[in-house]
């Protein structure tokens, strides 16, 4: 099937490092080696002019901003330097006004020879699927990976909130089909009106060739100038959401003189000059290596180095929606997981058999399951091998691929069907 793949965000570079990216561009081509004509259409590349582009070999259309849209946005941000603001209006203006340039740019490129199916990650004030799919005839199926309009007011609140829950409710309900990546976004789903038949729960996943278990490299280890002790390690954006505030206090508890631990942690973020502080203070700044930004065809090599591989989500004040691409690309290497009990994470995991839980922000709870780890070399074996197991059987980008054409193929058979008197 030819299949077109929009990434309206202009908050996910598709080229760029960023979680989010390695999904589209992950899922684009597990539906390519599926052997579906793929076409990625994006308004972002890369987040900076001095980002390296990852390496994507599919087609790839970037639709920018006309000429009227993009002097609008900036008398607004020169109007909010006037009055010495900062806010997010000009980036959701942007959105607003990106959705008529996006119709219209792909009814022009795809009019003679429309997609059997569009594929859509869903983000904020995004109407154009929806558009799109009537214009051409075809199945929109919309994926949803956090409740939009609610992430916006809690974050990024500029007084438009209603605006955008508007937007979003007429997307997921004009979509043909829904996927939502946890079932804590299906019941957001639910609450603003889809029908339960529409929602479909399908998790993140790995790239099994690329996320499988294998010896730690000693080159990577000399790089990182790891030594021989236990090395624990953390993988993702150094955010408040992602719980590394606790990372100091966990190394100063399994440290000891006999039994130096270190620690990678293989990102960047806001946070990391705060951690590097935290660090110092507590005397543990060479027993930690922060790699910085990593391309993702970097990550297993690293990850295959940790003996024990951390998710240590904080307490939020709203549901744990997210469906965690760190924990399945760990366990994927077959490296244990030691992670909070919430959400997908508890959903996914057995406890003791294929990683071990702790309650969410309990400090001692985490380093205990460190402990048990750290002195039990049989039990990491164990639950790295039966974690691996699990993800190759049941969250891969393939089998995500598979459930989207399958589900896919139903719905133009229907459409197909509506329109015929003998169906």
Known sequence: MNILYLCPDLGIPVLGRKGASVHVRELARALGRAGHQI??????????????????????VQVRPDAMASAAIQ???????????????????????????????????????????????????ATAGVSLAKT??????????????????????????ELALEAERWSLKGADALLVVSNALKKHALTVGVPEDKVHVLSNGVNNALFRPGKPDPNIREKMKLKGGPVLG?????????????LPDLLSHLNEPNRPVQLVIAGDGPLRPQLERDFKTRGLEKQVVFTGLVAHDEIPEIVRNFDIALAPYPPLDHDFYFSPLKLFEYMACGIPVVAANVGQIAEVLTDTKTGLLYPTGDLTGLTRCCEDLLQNPTLRDSIGAAGAELVSRQYTWDRNAACITELATSLIRA?????????
């Open 39 to 60: 076409t990625v259409a994006a308004q972002v590349l890369t987040k900076s002019p001095w980002e390296k582009p990852a390496t994507f070999e599919l087609p790839l």
């Open 75 to 125: 008398r607004l941000k020169q109007f909010n330097s006037t009055l010495g603001l900062e806010n997010s209006l000009p980036g959701e203006l942007r959105r607003i006004l990106y959705n008529q340039e996006l119709v219209n740019d792909l009814t022009r490129r795809f009019e003679n020879d429309p997609p059997d199916f569009i594929y859509e990650r869903a983000s904020l004030y």
């Open 136 to 161: 051409f005839g075809v199945p929109l199926l919309l994926e949803l990976n956090a409740p939009l309009s609610i992430e916006q007011t809690a974050y990024r609140s500029t007084g438009l909130g």
């Open 234 to 246: 953390f993988v993702g954006g150094l955010r408040p959401w992602h719980g590394v505030e606790i």
């Open 415 to 423: 459409k197909s069907c509506s329109a015929s008197p003998i169906c």
